[in-house]
């Protein structure tokens, strides 16, 4: 497939730049159009395909939204907005991730949240860089073999990712708090009110917000039996549509408590006493002491390089940054570009990859905390030359002779990214989640949120594989106190010292995958953000050893030439990834591409 149809975005981009120069806030108005027909059965959670593997690179065009002062993306377009209006109000890019959050945690439900926990990238105006992990813990009273039967076989029924005992004590309200008192410029009762609003006046669902609701009320009925209140869920029973306006009364009194007391107002008193009674009702081990004990943490982000870009990027307990960092190694002395875009050489080169970093990370990568990290040596040139030794253009490699063990598939769920670039050039990228889509789907009674199902992303087992099929051992054993390891990849990358992109994304283990082929698709393939990120995508994950890819996103002769040197090519109709980025123009403009999957939006002013 070549790359050369991309250019015809650049009409719509100078029409949108005409606007921005007035500095008036630009949303994309140019509703997606797919390629090829969308089918009925299509229609849904992410299904959104073109469907015609020669037609274009792209899973659907979108106009990209241009700005010169400030940009916000995210997953939904009213989280958006409120980004862009805290940039307008004189705040910082963190006043406005922070505002997002909690806007994300009411709009957003599957993901955004305050039950959850996540990570933060900041690269200020001068370059300093910054990373906080606001992740999750596992509670005190958590043991490695906790979702064991006396035989050590899983217990049934997953309980490391469905109810009460699936949760992990939640970091994000302790780390929004953390990063808004270090960074913020805007009052605390400033950047928390807009979520308020929207929380207390409603927003209008989209079809897809709809859609999620109506899916996952089964599961919202089994999973809170005795809880008063049926959140989440219409009043009269009947199935939330396009447009309905969903309002959260609860929610806004539990936000109001946190706008006016802080990390007090969640960990402490009324609400904290409300969650606590809602895990105990169902058995999970959650204490005050564990909420007493929750801080996040600024660690030393992983700031690495790639053909002199500077890449700033989250350390462990993600195993994001360091596996990015691994997988740009290892391709990097590769002609990508003339190879050209998903040609059957880059793609091989990158699965190659993808590969060897996901065995790596099984093996060493957890929360650093508890184990020790050989960061530099995994990614010292030495290293990834000795693990490149065995790579052959004629042939795969075997995922088995890589590692052992052999695990079935996994599936596309819920987390979510935003990025932000302010008027001074600060930029923050963030990815939170509840872990699977509306995570343990517990809702805490009288309070109106959900709480995480982080607990999965520990290694429950050695060689079990979690609900991503992503495998661990020792490094990843579940302790008390101790993080889960993560995939999530918030990443900011710098070019000649200045700003160039804010990347994420949600996907679970597709996450890194994806971070790694919007970078290659702007760096090498010189593609714009939205294009970047609407274009089609595939992922590899050594085990199992199988490439899963959008429908199409390869042409069938380059599936051929896979085919032939042995790469399990697997077809999927769901998209993976749902990026939400950022990208300066050399002149100053800011690009963002939110992603053409689902609701993303990208507002800028
Ligand atoms: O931290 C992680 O890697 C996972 N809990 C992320 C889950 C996720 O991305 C689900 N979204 N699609």
Redesign the pocket.
């Known amino acids: 497939m070549s790359f050369k149809n991309i250019l015809v975005f650049s009409s719509c981009s100078l029409v949108l730049l005409g606007a921005c120069k007035q500095a008036k806030t630009v949303v994309a108005t140019t509703p997606p159009t797919t390629t090829a027909a969308t089918s009925k059965e299509n229609q849904g959670f992410y299904q959104f395909l073109n469907d015609d593997p020669a037609a274009s690179p792209f899973v659907a065009k979108k106009a990209p939204v241009f700005a010169q002062n400030g940009m916000a993306t995210s997953a939904h377009p009213e989280a958006s907005k409120v980004g862009v209006a805290i940039l307008k109000m004189g705040g910082n890019a963190i006043d406005a991730a922070v505002a997002t959050q909690f806007a994300l945690a009411v709009v957003h439900p599957s ?1 955004g949240n305050i039950g959850g926990g996540g990570f933060l990238v900041f690269r200020d105006k001068t370059g300093k860089a910054y990373t906080l992990d606001y ?1 999750e813990k596992a509670p005190a009273l958590a043991s490695r073999n906790m979702y064991l039967d006396e035989k050590g076989e899983v217990k049934p029924g997953q309980p490391s990712w469905n109810g009460h005992l699936a949760s992990g004590t939640p970091g994000s309200v302790d780390g929004l708090v953390l990063a808004h008192k270090r960074f913020g410029k805007l009052s605390w009762k400033q950047v928390l009110q807009p979520a308020i609003d929207l929380a207390e006046n409603g927003v209008s669902l989209t079809a897809k917000e709809a859609l999620g609701l109506n899916r996952i009320k089964p599961d919202l009925l089994k999973y809170n039996p005795n809880a008063q209140h049926r959140y989440f869920m219409k009043e009269d029973g009947s199935e939330w549509k396009e447009g309905d306006v969903f309002v959260q009364k609860d929610l806004a009194n539990t936000l109001r408590k946190i706008q006016a007391e802080g990390r007090k107002g969640f960990y402490e008193g009324e609400i904290a006493q409300k969650l606590l009674t809602e895990i105990k009702r169902g058995g999970g081990i959650i204490t005050q002491k564990d909420l007493d004990d929750y801080h996040a943490v600024w660690r030393e982000p992983v700031v690495d390089s790639y053909k002199g870009l500077r890449v700033i990027t989250m350390p462990p307990p ?3 940054g360091i596996a990015l960092m691994q997988l740009l190694k290892f391709v990097e002395k590769y002609p990508l570009q003339k190879w050209g875009w998903h040609s059957d050489s880059t793609t091989q080169v990158m699965i190659e990859a993808e590969r060897r970093v996901y065995a790596d990370r099984a093996k060493w990568l957890g929360d650093p905390d508890f184990v020790k990290i050989p960061q530099k040596e995994l990614l010292s040139k030495a290293y990834l030359e000795q693990r490149w030794q065995d790579f052959s253009f004629s042939m795969a490699s075997d995922s088995k002779k890589i590692a052992g063990g052999a695990i079935p598939g996994y599936e ?4 979510t990214h935003s990025s932000f670039v302010d008027k001074d050039g600060n930029a923050v990228a963030i990815t939170t ?1 509840l ?3 509306y995570g343990s789907k517990v809702v805490v009674d009288g309070a109106g949120f959900l709480m995480n199902d ?1 607990m ?2 520990f290694s429950i087992k050695p060689g079990h594989p979690n609900s ?1 099929g992503l495998i661990g051992n020792e490094a990843n054993a579940i302790a008390p106190n101790k993080r ?5 990849t918030p990443t900011i990358v710098e070019k000649d010292k200045k700003l160039y992109m804010v990347l994420g994304t ?6 890194i995958t994806s971070v790694f082929q919007v970078f290659l698709n702007v760096v090498e393939h010189q593609m714009g953000m939205q294009q970047a990120v609407d274009a089609f995508r595939f992922h590899h994950q050594w085990l199992p050893d199988r490439t899963t890819y959008e429908t199409g996103g390869f042409t069938p002769q380059t599936i051929q030439k896979l085919t032939e040197r042995g790469y399990k090519m697997d077809m999927q109709k769901n998209t993976i990834g ?1 990026m939400d980025c950022i990208l300066v123009h050399p002149d100053g403009k800011i690009e963002g591409g939110a992603d053409v999957r689902a609701d993303d939006t990208a507002v800028g002013y």
Request: aromatic share 6%.
């Open positions: 993901a992740r993600s195993s994001g596309s769920f819920e987390t989640t872990n699977n889509s982080e999965d992303d991503y889960m390891l993560s995939s999530m949600p996907g679970g283990s597709t996450i749902r």
